[in-house]
């Protein structure tokens, strides 16, 4: 599929799947549409009952909705399934679980997805096979002291089939990032990894074409940090940069709203 | 121990290319024989251990079986929430090599005492928890274990041991039975020396002790403990651990959930903020778990169910 098309339907999916459940974390999964369509639609082509060729950790759990409805576009989740985000008895909460076709790895708590990440990336440099693994991180997961640890591990052992993400929307559960624990600008976040053995860029996380570049396949033996520049809520013009809407699950006016302004999105 | 234990793995690494050993920077004169032999899957961490077990889960995750090595409180407390969400959640063959359980590391002083993690690991249901109780059996208990589904948490003594009166050989089903008496002295297989030294002592009184060395605490042995207890009037657990969910906790409930009629006296860790220092030998006589003090106990438990009995 395409990958506008994709984070097109992607996105009402998001809300659709989201409103029926009465459950929120909608800001965040939003952010990481973009990123997400070009991750699905381009790269994580894994064949069902295969080996994987790739692996792809969702380590802000939290976005797990954004997760659900990848899957789904990629045919591995039924709308049945979808129907039953949240649901007693359901396989699929708000933090995604590896028991679900499709997810390699239960994330939720954040600061664990990069190391397990790294483990693989690692698996892949010692049996010398051409996997290569995605690890997505929120800006706010930095404040994890672990993530530094595997920043800095996989730094040192040149893990270059290791791509992480940075979703860098400014925003986390109680305020922006800014104010809580200041990561700096892009450009500085992009400066720490560099300092630690990575190579790094800085990509406006909702340009298609420019993620397409950054998160292709490449050759060079360091790992490498995406720093997303991205919006909590993109698309949704109430939504965006509004640290309320960590939370929050959508009202029927909110809804409707959201669903015009997503609609009418190229 | 801990010597034994790289061997072992040196020796398994050389017909299983999925063993690959990670190290919390440390085993300074330990673990070099495992480095040098197979340097490609040698991994010094730094010292960084929630990252170790986190990187063990991924590399688990894809084939491979990870071996992580660090001080036991170190292995277990700092990491506890990755090999929960890890290797535990996702059922990964991650096995942490915990060194020093107890007061392996007396005079390095309470940061390094590891007296808590048995309780740790035996909350998750599905870890494997291994106290073996001398070098061979912590060696055959890692080679027995090596292909089990699934996490393992193994608590090692930190110095070498070789306790002749113990089989040797691990069987993740059974406690290790030596000798017969009148009272049942339960010890955790760390801590086995003391109640080896303490059932020798109490011979020599002519009091006679059945002693019973755990060296799998998670899945329990229920049906072998249970065997046991119902041929024991009175049994002594013996445990260089905090006495919260460790191997008296497990005799309790076991004796508790099976309405078992013996008596049971727990000797453990009481204080682990003690003001001073010392060995190991130091340590477990100040928290009165050294065979002497186990023996003074159980000969009285004896003479007392005797006159009791009267």
């Known amino acids: 599929m395409d990958p506008n098309d994709f984070a097109r339907q992607l996105r009402l999916l998001i809300l659709e799947v989201s409103k029926r459940a009465g459950v929120g974390h ?23 009952g295969e080996q994987p060729r790739t692996r792809f950790v969702l380590s802000k759990g939290h976005a797990a909705l954004a997760l659900y409805g990848a899957l789904h576009l990629c045919g591995r989740l039924t709308r049945d399934d979808l129907n039953q985000y949240c649901a007693d008895g359901s396989a699929l909460g708000v933090h995604p679980e590896h028991t679900v076709v499709g997810i390699d790895v239960s994330t939720g708590s954040l600061g664990q997805g990069l190391s397990l990440s ?41 893990l270059g089939q290791l791509t992480a993400i940075v979703d860098l929307n400014g925003q986390q559960a ?31 996380g909702h340009d298609i074409a420019a993620l397409a570049a950054a998160l292709a396949p490449s050759d060079g033996d360091a790992p490498r940090m995406i720093i997303a520049r991205t919006v909590a809520g993109h698309g949704v013009s109430f939504m965006e940069g509004q640290v309320a809407w960590h939370y929050l699950p959508l009202s029927d006016q909110q809804y409707y709203l959201a669903l015009r302004e997503l609609a009418a999105m190229a | 121990m801990r010597k034994a234990v790289i061997h072992e793995l040196t020796e398994l690494a050389r017909t299983d290319e999925r063993l690959v050993l990670l190290t919390g920077d440390l085993g300074f004169m330990v673990i070099e024989e495992f480095a040098e032999t197979h340097p490609t899957r040698f991994i010094n961490m730094g010292v960084a251990e929630a990252n170790m077990l986190g990187v063990a889960a991924g590399l688990a995750l894809e084939g491979y079986r990870p071996y992580c090595y660090s001080i036991a409180t170190f292995a277990s407390l700092r990491p506890f929430e990755q090999l929960r969400n890890g290797a535990h959640l996702h059922q990964l063959q991650v096995r942490v090599i915990a060194v020093g359980g107890g007061f392996g590391y007396g ?15 035996r909350t998750l249901p599905h870890m494997r928890v291994i106290v073996p109780a001398d070098d061979r059996d912590a060696a055959s208990a890692v080679r027995v274990l090596h292909d089990a589904k699934g996490p393992t948490y193994f608590r090692f003594a930190k110095d070498s041991r070789v306790l002749d009166a113990l089989p040797g050989t691990f069987d993740e089903t ?57 041929e024991a009037r009175s049994v002594v657990t013996l445990e260089d651990h905090v006495l919260p969910g460790g191997l008296g906790s497990l005799v309790a409930e076991v004796i508790a959930e099976r309405a078992l009629g013996c008596r049971l006296q727990r000797l453990g860790i009481e204080e682990t903020h003690s003001p001073t220092l010392g060995s190991e030998a130091f340590l477990r006589r100040r928290a009165g778990i050294d065979a002497e003090t186990v023996a003074a106990r159980l000969a009285a438990l004896v003479a007392s169910q005797y006159l009791r009995a009267s």
């Not at chain 2, 002083?109 to 309780?119: K, R, S």
């Open chain 1, 174 to 204: 109680l305020g922006k990032t800014s104010e809580v624990l200041d990561l700096g600008s892009a450009a500085e976040v992009a400066a720490k990894m560099t300092s630690f053995g990575w190579s790094s860029v800085v990509v406006d």
């Open chain 1, 26 to 48: 909608i800001a965040s999964s939003l952010s990481i549409v973009d990123i997400m369509a070009v991750l699905f639609a381009l790269y994580l082509d894994n064949a069902e």
């Open chain 2, 107 to 121: 005079t390095a002083g309470i940061t390094h005492h590891a007296v808590e993690d048995v309780a740790l690991m």
């Open chain 1, 118 to 158: 790294a483990g693989s990336a690692l698996a892949a440099q010692i049996e010398r096979a051409p996997r290569r693994t995605y690890c997505l991180l929120s800006d706010a997961e930095l404040d994890e002291g672990s993530v530094w640890e595997a920043i800095m591990f996989a730094g040192h052992r040149r």
């Open chain 2, 174 to 230: 059974r406690l290790q039975v030596v000798g017969d008496g009148d009272v049942l002295l339960l010890a955790l297989g760390t801590i086995a020396d003391e109640a080896v030294r303490a059932q020798k002592l109490l011979a020599a009184r002519g009091v006679h002790v059945r002693l019973a060395i755990a060296t799998c605490l998670a899945p329990a042995p229920v049906d072998h403990l249970v065997e046991l207890l119902r």
